[in-house]
């Protein structure tokens, strides 16, 4: 397989990161989230949020909507990733399929939003390691790090089993505890001086 070149990240974005909602997070579109990072730069934010699951469609309804037969492949489960163009789907996967149309975030990860990679996986092609998203978290130019210093989000390192685990609904936890935060502690102390 050919080396993938990847574009150096400028200091102070999080494309590659996780960004992990504050237990006091007001928004309830996003409280209690974690949300990859697929691109960030002074023009904006694109992510997917890695731990809610939709309950109205399942992978082969999504196939057999899309006139895309099944052959063998694994359970995915179809993720809410984000509140942007939830019509819309991403694949959010390892960095061993890459394509003319496929994103690469960085040497372990990449996000490839057509139909393509949707064929590849139900015919047992595709990317070692995928979830599959509905939609998206978008933020304009500034608006990301204006909820960061307003302590909306916390950052914390990605890794495949955070992104890919099965355990969607402790994902959270999780990753407070991957930067050894107590979540009790943080909630209790939350608003106080």
Not at 37 to 57: F, T
Request: proline share 5%; glycine share 10%.
């Amino acid at each position: 397989m050919a080396r993938i070149e990847v574009p150096q990240i400028l200091d102070g974005y999080l494309a590659g990161q996780l960004l992990v909602a504050m237990p006091a997070m007001s928004d309830p579109r996003f409280e209690r989230t974690v949300i990859y990072m697929c691109a960030h730069s002074d023009g904006g934010a694109l992510g997917l949020v890695i731990n809610r699951l939709a309950d109205h469609i399942s992978f082969d309804d999504l196939l057999t909507q899309l006139n895309i037969p099944s052959g063998p492949h694994d359970n995915i489960r179809v993720h809410v990733g984000g509140p942007v163009e939830q019509a819309r789907g991403f694949v959010l996967h390892s960095a061993d399929y890459v394509k003319e149309n496929t994103l690469v975030v960085n040497a372990e990860i990449a996000l490839t939003a057509s139909v393509d990679v949707l064929a590849a996986i139900a015919g047992g092609n595709g990317p070692r390691r995928s979830l599959l998203a509905l939609g998206y978290a978008g933020w304009g130019p500034g608006q990301l790090e204006t909820e960061i210093q307003q302590n909306g989000w916390l950052q914390v390192p990605a890794d495949e089993d955070l992104l890919f685990g099965s355990h969607v609904e402790t994902k959270w936890t999780r990753a407070m505890r991957k930067i050894g935060l107590d979540i009790s502690a943080l909630a209790s102390t939350a608003g106080h001086a």
